[in-house]
């Protein structure tokens, strides 16, 4: 696979101009189509495999200068390389090792935008749990928007799960002593000894956090009555309106 990283030449206007004017003539369209059709990738691949890449490079060659001299394209050669779909990374997105890839959210765009989220989750240690959720809604909305293409939905479910047990953890956190816990879990449904015990346990928030005690104290219907909004459910959402 050959993964480009592309921006647009900042040339004079007259150029520009002149790119978006010119068209691929119709033997060309056909060509690209050809190329990328799936027999003919599978054959590249088995191709690249067979002669260590070699191939591969020589393709990259090629596209290089189509997009740099036809297309009138820079090409960012550090972000560029030959290499198995899955292995890397473009927009955002990335494929699945299926025999029929899938587009998928890439590893690095999980890994930002958790690192977002858990400033945001270090903030609310002393705010109201609605003001967190807020804050929390206006970061995933934009990023389930942008990743709507995504065919693989476990990513979103994760993260929707993720996200909850963060919440959960502010709450303990919040709760401080074994005696408030003992009585927040009480006033929300768990019963006098499970909760007493539950507070006792020697346990650290984050573990307490994806208990059983706590996910019986603090469902996922409690946190959407707070206004939590689901990732997989607006990615579903977005998806079917794209």
């Not at 959210?105 to 935008?113: C, I």
Request: glycine share 8%; net charge positive; hydrophobic share 40%.
């Amino acid at each position: 696979m050959v993964a480009d990283g592309i921006r647009e030449d900042k040339g004079d206007a007259g150029q520009r101009h002149t790119a978006a004017e010119e068209k691929p003539p119709p033997e060309a369209m056909m060509l690209m189509e050809q190329v990328v059709g799936r027999e003919n990738l599978r054959e590249a691949l088995r191709r690249v495999e067979s002669n260590k890449g070699a191939p591969g490079e020589r393709v990259m060659e090629s596209v290089t200068r189509f997009l740099t001299k036809r297309l009138r394209l820079k090409v960012n050669q550090e972000k560029s390389a030959v290499e198995r779909p899955w292995k890397r990374k473009f927009l955002g997105y990335s494929m699945t090792m299926h025999y029929a890839p899938k587009l998928k959210v890439a590893s690095e765009s999980e890994k930002r935008l958790k690192a977002k989220l858990r400033e945001i989750f270090r903030r609310g240690r002393g705010r109201r749990l609605r003001g967190v959720i807020a804050e929390v809604n206006e970061a995933i909305t934009g990023w389930a928007s942008y990743f709507r293409l995504s065919e693989v939905k476990g990513i979103f479910e994760e993260l929707d799960q993720w996200i909850r047990r963060k919440l959960r953890c502010i709450m303990w956190r919040q709760w401080k002593r074994a005696r408030t816990r003992a009585k927040k879990m009480i006033s929300l449904g768990l019963s006098e000894e499970r909760a007493w015990k539950s507070a006792m346990n020697g346990r650290g928030p984050w573990w307490n956090a994806g208990s059983s005690h706590m996910n019986a104290c603090v469902p996922a219907r409690m946190l959407r009555a707070q206004g939590l909004t689901s990732l997989l459910q607006m990615h579903q959402r977005f998806a079917h309106s794209s």
